[in-house]
């Protein structure tokens, strides 16, 4: 089946400094990814949607300047949360999708922490 | 805009009893459904989606779901749980034509022994 990477599964960084997580599509080509953020006991957040060499379209209320997306290829797309304060520590997943776009495949998240 | 709602929020069974999930959407046309269950310290998996057919839909590990578009539901079901079924299940919703889905809350499922 397809499967989902995500690079760090970790990070713990002081407030202030950019963080930069990665997600890969191993065994297929994701012409779209997503990346949510999920708090505790909560359902997942849609931060934003990227297709391949284009620019992310960003969910009403989500900082495009503090959460830079770049989805430079068919397997692989980074979030970078800039300027890293505590409130944004958090769980991060994303999700890809093939060309159907009807299902998609998540990664095992990256869990943020902001001292 | 849509929404989905899980209305259960913490279920405990004991094992071998029979679970059902639900789950409501408000979105009025068509839809793709889907449930996906996150097992602790693990990513979302895929447990069965419903596109069109047969509204009864047949997922792994005994899993199954009924679309009833009159009720706007896709409720999850299964006739006897184990402990391993322990895991947080969401619900999801693609309005027809979009690939971008809206999630329910979740429902966080404990079987004990």
């Known amino acids: 089946g397809a499967v989902v990477s995500q690079h760090p599964s970790w990070v713990i960084c002081k407030s202030g400094t950019s963080v930069k997580i990665e997600c890969r599509s191993l065994?297929?080509?994701?012409?779209?990814m997503f990346w949510y953020r999920q708090f505790p006991k909560q359902s997942l957040m849609l931060m934003a949607t990227?297709?391949?060499?284009?620019?992310?379209?960003?969910e009403q209320g989500v900082e495009k300047d503090k959460f830079l997306i770049n989805h430079a290829s068919l397997t692989l797309s980074t979030l970078t949360v800039t300027s890293a304060h505590p409130e944004d520590s958090s769980f991060y997943i994303c999700?890809?999708?093939?060309?159907?776009?009807?299902?998609?495949?998540f990664g095992p998240g990256t869990r943020l922490l902001v001292l | 805009a849509q929404s989905v709602s899980q209305h259960n929020h913490h279920v405990i069974l004991s094992e071998a009893a029979s679970l059902e999930l639900g789950c409501n959407y408000s979105?009025?046309?068509?839809?793709?459904l889907f449930w996906y269950v996150q097992y602790p310290g693990q990513h979302l998996q895929l447990l069965l989606k419903?596109?069109?057919?047969?509204?009864l839909v047949k997922g792994i590990k005994g899993f199954e779901a009924e679309f009833i578009k009159s009720k706007f539901s896709f409720n999850l079901r299964k006739p006897s749980v184990q402990w391993s079924d322990t895991a947080e299940y969401f619900c999801?919703?693609?309005?027809?034509?979009?690939?971008?889905?809206?999630f329910g809350r979740g429902t966080s499922l404990i079987v004990h022994p």
């Open positions: 999700s890809a999708s093939g060309s159907a776009q009807e299902t998609q495949y």
């Open positions: 065994d297929f080509q994701a012409t779209t």
């Open positions: 990227s297709n391949e060499g284009s620019k992310a379209t960003y």
């Open positions: 979105y009025g046309g068509t839809v793709n």
């Open positions: 419903y596109f069109s057919g047969d509204p």
């Open positions: 999801a919703v693609n309005p027809g034509g979009s690939y971008i889905p809206t």
